[in-house]
């Protein structure tokens, strides 16, 4: 299969994060140090909540899809940035490059979308407790995990179906530890205005939409919070709800930083540290800050290993 719309290009060279031989090493550890954790992390909690019956709830539901998203999200970018460590070329060809980019826009858009029906599934439980079980009916829940996983098909797809048609002739050193919109947009020698145009679309709409939507969300719940009886409920709420924002927000704070900048103040050093947060970090953070912590996940954990010494 030749490149598109008769591209010269058949293959690309990804930089990597850093060209310091002494940093090398010690990155490579550090980072497959966090993949594997986040494997461990996710792949735990997908197993956990599949295992234990008193787990399926909604908002575990939504915790398993955000498991696998994040699974899927950094095993599609990782592996790539770990090879670079160790290899003084890291290739990749133009077909891998436009599928890494594919799926890299679909995850990353789930993502936003199923922080967002979480974000909703809290509020309900916490400010209308009463009409959870009747708000979260098993038809709403089904569409607030399929209602992200079609808005990132389509965003991937009219992203994709851009890069698809531009032309690269003869540049093909990536300044990126994976084939990101940005830096591969900088390679083409043709037009990239439609690409700046729909990248700057659909980033607004899956960036602000989502995060609004979240920050209304846990405004609500923290209303409701602060009319709490308990001393001790409030603080363990205001800790959880912390914990929360605080990873939404290192989320869709880089993301912002990364694709809502005008061009003209983007500087690609400084995007690659931004993009190791939202595509490396995070989904590491997720299970901890939202199930782990949880004395629901705890005792399935304690029966998950009662039941394999049996």
């Not at 990353?108 to 400010?127: K, N, P």
């Not at 209304?216 to 409030?234: D, K, P, T, V, W």
Request: with cysteine; hydrophobic share 50%.
């Amino acid at each position: 299969m030749d490149p598109g719309n008769g591209s010269l290009v058949t293959e690309f060279i990804l930089v990597g994060l850093t060209d310091y031989p002494d940093l090398q090493f010690p990155l490579f550890v550090l980072f497959l140090a966090m993949y594997i954790i986040t494997m461990l992390g996710n792949l735990g909690l997908v197993t956990l909540i599949a295992l234990n019956s008193h787990l399926h709830t909604p908002m575990y539901f939504f915790l398993f899809n955000l498991s696998f998203i994040d699974l899927c999200y950094s095993s599609n970018v990782t592996p790539k940035m770990l090879m670079n460590f160790l290899s003084k070329k890291n290739i990749i060809s133009y077909q891998g490059c436009m599928t890494q980019l594919y799926f890299f826009c679909f995850f990353s858009i789930s993502e936003c979308y199923m922080l967002t029906s979480m974000a909703y599934d809290r509020y309900v439980a916490i400010c209308n407790p009463l009409l959870y079980n009747v708000v979260m009916s098993p038809k709403v829940c089904l569409n607030l995990i399929l209602g992200p996983y079609l808005m990132a098909f389509f965003g991937a797809m009219a992203y994709s179906i851009c890069m698809l048609r531009l032309i690269f002739c003869d540049a093909n050193i990536i300044n990126h530890y994976f084939c990101d919109i940005i830096p591969v947009l900088e390679l083409s020698c043709t037009s990239t205005y439609v690409n700046e145009l729909v990248l700057f679309t659909v980033a607004s709409i899956n960036i602000c939409v989502p995060s609004l939507t979240i920050f209304i969300s846990y405004g609500f719940i923290l209303c409701s919070i602060l009319h709490m009886n308990s001393m001790e409920g409030r603080s363990k709420a205001f800790r959880t709800c912390s914990s929360h924002i605080a990873a939404v927000s290192l989320f869709f704070g880089s993301c912002s930083f990364m694709y809502l900048q005008p061009s003209s103040a983007r500087s690609m050093n400084k995007g690659k540290i931004s993009s190791i947060f939202y595509t490396i970090v995070v989904p590491m953070m997720n299970p901890l800050v939202y199930s782990f912590r949880n004395k629901d996940v705890k005792l399935a954990i304690s029966k998950t290993l009662i039941m394999r010494k049996f």
